[in-house]
């Protein structure tokens, strides 16, 4: 029997802008989700496959940061 050593991360990033709007938050994290994007593949001796997962998007309660929280599956495989 062949058995895959297989691990799942979690990888959650977060991006804070000074704006009153949320365009440039939505800006970075559309730039993060396509560089991961182009990161699959194999790194550092493990096969990766990239899932985007959810963004989500939130003001800070004085009003001047916008926050982008952007959340990744990732399952690597050892191919050593």
């Given at each position: ?31 993060v989700?396509?560089a ?31 926050h ?13």
């Amino acid at each position: 029997v062949d058995c895959a050593d297989l691990s799942d991360v979690f990888l959650t990033i977060h991006a804070w802008t000074v704006e009153n709007g949320m365009g440039e938050v939505k800006n970075i994290a559309g730039a993060v989700r396509r560089a991961l994007r182009r990161l699959e593949g194999t790194q550092d001796g493990y096969a990766l496959d990239f899932a985007f997962a959810d963004t989500v998007f939130l003001r800070d309660p004085s009003g001047t940061h916008s926050h982008a929280v952007i959340s990744f599956e990732v399952t690597a495989e050892d191919t050593a």
